[in-house]
T-cell receptor, first 112, second 115 residues
Framework: RKEVEQDPGPFNVPEGATVAFNCTYS??????FFWYRQDCRKEPKLLMSVYSSGNEDGRFTAQLNRASQYISLLIRDSKLSDSATYLC?????????????FGRGTSLIVHP | DAGVIQSPRHEVTEMGQEVTLRCKPISGHNSLFWYRQTMMRGLELLIY????????DSGMPEDRFSAKMPNASFSTLKIQPSEPRDSAVYFCASSLRGDSYNEQFFGPGTRLTVL
């Protein structure tokens, strides 16, 4: 079982739709959580961190469920420019450092 | 800000050749990461440096791979000898510190093709 699992999709949605992705992780000692966005043939870039109480940034909402070991990303009012791959990242502590593990990503396609 | 700089951007080589990938992290960042991305396996952490010291190299596939960070502004990832299965995009990333919530900034990647 992979440490961090995501549904690869693609999620194909019309503009204006609300779409949600989940990401599950296996290491119960995981400390911090993130969503990164990766456009085609580009490098990943941080979208948002995920905090225990949940957090929102404009149209994006991230949630953490430690009991069930998953994080989620909700995108409201989807735009064409939201089309990308969304990578879940989980960090766990090891020897005084924090080791990141990336999921394989969920592909989102927003169409007119 | 220059961001993380990687070179070369593209590399095509023949099996058995030595390949050296280079990375210049963002000035002032203390943590540096090398990743490999393929369709089959996604983004895999190869090695992680903190203050120029390798912290975790458990992701390095085998002895053909080696990484160095001789100073705070330069790192190399070397593959010798290269094999076709090494074909991938190799990303370097840096972060200010190795703290739990520090953002990683990625370079544009090196697209390696081994024939």
């Amino acid at each position: 079982r992979k440490e961090v699992e995501q549904d690869p999709g693609p999620f194909n949605v019309p503009e204006g739709a609300t779409v949600a992705f989940n990401c599950t992780y296996s290491n119960s000692a995981s400390q911090s959580f993130f969503w990164y966005r990766q456009d085609c043939r580009k490098e990943p870039k941080l979208l948002m961190s995920v905090y225990s109480s949940g957090n929102e940034d404009g149209r994006f909402t991230a949630q953490l469920n430690r009991a069930s070991q998953y994080i989620s990303l909700l995108i409201r009012d989807s735009k064409l420019s939201d089309s990308a791959t969304y990578l879940c990242v989980v960090k766990h502590a090891s020897g005084g450092s924090y080791i990141p593990t990336f999921g394989r990503g969920t592909s989102l396609i927003v169409h007119p | 800000d220059a961001g993380v700089i990687q070179s070369p951007r593209h590399e095509v080589t023949e099996m058995g050749q030595e390949v050296t990938l280079r990375c210049k992290p963002i000035s002032g960042h203390n943590s540096l990461f090398w990743y490999r991305q393929t369709m089959m396996r996604g983004l895999e952490l190869l090695i992680y440096f903190n203050n120029n010291v390798p912290i975790d190299d458990s992701g390095m596939p085998e002895d053909r791979f080696s990484a160095k960070m001789p100073n705070a502004s330069f790192s190399t990832l070397k593959i010798q000898p290269s094999e076709p299965r090494d074909s991938a995009v190799y990303f370097c990333a840096s972060s200010l510190r190795g703290d739990s919530y520090n953002e990683q900034f990625f370079g544009p990647g090196t697209r390696l093709t081994v024939l």
